[in-house]
């Protein structure tokens, strides 16, 4: 228990400087760099060929720069012809290595590259919402609503996990995820709605500077609990993908949690459908 929270502690404190740099190209970067590990580790589970895998992460780390800077629009290039080029080269890969290569390793190299760090890119996009003339939003607001996502996406697991060694007595999977119980994820969920709200009515107070239209404290609640349980959501069925291939982590970049994949997986989650519920805010 120790290491995993002086791990966390750790990458909380990681989150919180990229938090201070969001409006520089750092913030492109670290996301490219998660997003990359994440999709080397996702095709190594299928035992991807090295070729392919590092194609996959090259189109993984470069999604966020293009979200970022919008490359491809610049260049002249649409996007549904770059994923076109991006499937033939994964195809012609599978077919030299026929012998080797299943399509499920292709399946899994164009899921997760384009899925993964089009889910890390929201970070940008959320960002980015406040931008521009829009003057009925600040950064503040921004800010805001990315530590809303981190709060929904790891303060849930935290709080259901100590919830969950402290109360936990019926399991929620035992074959997907054991350790997970009902009395852990309603902590977690709880507490995650509890937190949210503070930060609200702190930030309000103090760092908005104009009103965030559309949102209230009490209207913080619903939305919380939502997006911590697509959190939960998120976490489960990255443990199912692990179940089916008989391994217990992604990886062990990170001590007491495992790869990168294992530490993201509800934030791949939370990010894109914060990212919606901001639209859907924002249409009515």
Known sequence: MKTRIIAGLVCTGLVIALLCFMDTILLPIILAVAAGIAVYELC???????????????????????????????????????????????????????????????SMCLIASLAVPNAVSC???????????????VEAHAVYLILFCAFCAWLTDTGAYFAGVFFGKHKMSPVISPKKTWEGAVGGVLLTAVANVI??????????????????????????????????????????????????????????????????????????????????????
Do not use: C
């Open 44 to 106: 190594s589970v299928v035992k991807v060929k090295l070729p392919m895998k590092l194609l996959s992460m090259a189109v993984s780390m470069f999604i966020p720069f293009d979200a970022a800077y919008g490359i491809l629009g610049k260049i002249g290039i649409a996007p549904v012809a770059a994923l076109a080029v991006y499937f033939i080269a994964l195809l012609i890969m599978m077919i030299k290595w026929h012998s080797e290569v299943k399509f499920d390793q292709v």
């Open 123 to 137: 970070w940008v996009r959320l960002y980015n919402w406040q931008f521009p003339g829009d003057t009925g939003h």
């Open 199 to 284: 930060m609200f009515l702190i930030y309000d107070k103090w760092f908005f500077g104009v009103p965030f239209n559309g949102w209230d404290w009490y209207g913080v609640i619903p939305i919380s609990i939502i997006l911590s349980v697509i959190s939960i959501f998120g976490d489960l069925s990255a443990s199912v993908i692990k179940r089916n291939y008989g391994i217990k982590d992604y990886g062990n970049l990170i001590p007491g949690h495992g790869g990168m994949m294992d530490r993201i997986d509800s934030a791949l989650f939370v990010f894109p459908a914060m990212y919606a519920i901001v639209n859907i805010i924002n249409a009515i």
